[in-house]
């Protein structure tokens, strides 16, 4: 068997959560969303600001997809179903959480608004280049970008970086 490139130059696609959806009133509850894939996984997932607490139905039992009507719903559920994400919060920046049920739990890395703002204008730059189901963008293309830089420097070597996903990554965990 042929290997072809390296495991530490990982694909990365970007997509916007908001293009999966006709609707107009989806696609508003999605705004700027985005997941971003390493390696053909989806690993971080960057999201609003998102309200301290989950709405009720959100907190234990999301609804349905299609049952969203609100953008807390909507973010506080994207949270909680990524493995890692990056939301706003001035007052966290800084700061990992972790949020989820037992056994499932989802890490929360938080920024400052001024970063997640420049990361969603990278995000989108991204987006444009790196959204195809053929991924050909590659790590070493995005290390200029600060949003990936915060990926490389907080997610990725972060003691709350499983060992599965480092390894998906040709990376051993820290």
């Not at 495991?7 to 705004?31: G, K």
């Not at 049952?67 to 493995?83: G, I, M, N, Q």
């Not at 972790?98 to 991204?126: D, I, K």
């Amino acid at each position: 068997m042929v290997k072809i490139g390296s495991p530490s130059d990982y694909t990365v696609q970007v997509y916007p959560e908001e293009w999966e959806y006709d609707s107009p009133a989806d696609r508003t509850l999605r705004e700027n969303i985005f997941s971003l894939a390493l390696n053909l996984h989806g690993l971080v997932t960057f999201v609003p600001a998102a309200p301290a607490q989950p709405p009720p139905l959100a907190a234990e039992r999301p609804p349905r997809e299609d049952k969203f009507t609100t953008v807390a719903e909507v973010r506080w559920c994207e949270l909680l179903h990524s493995p890692y994400s990056v939301t706003p919060d001035d007052a966290r920046a800084g700061t990992i959480r972790e949020v989820g049920v037992p056994g499932e739990p989802a890490t929360v890395f938080y920024v400052t608004g001024e970063q997640f703002a420049t990361f969603t204008s990278e995000l989108w730059e991204l987006a444009e280049i790196a959204s195809g189901s053929n991924p050909r963008v590659r790590r070493n293309d995005v290390l200029d970008k600060r949003v990936f830089q915060f990926v490389e420097e907080h997610i990725l070597a972060s003691d709350r970086f499983r060992l599965e996903d480092a390894a998906g990554l040709g990376r051993s965990a820290s």
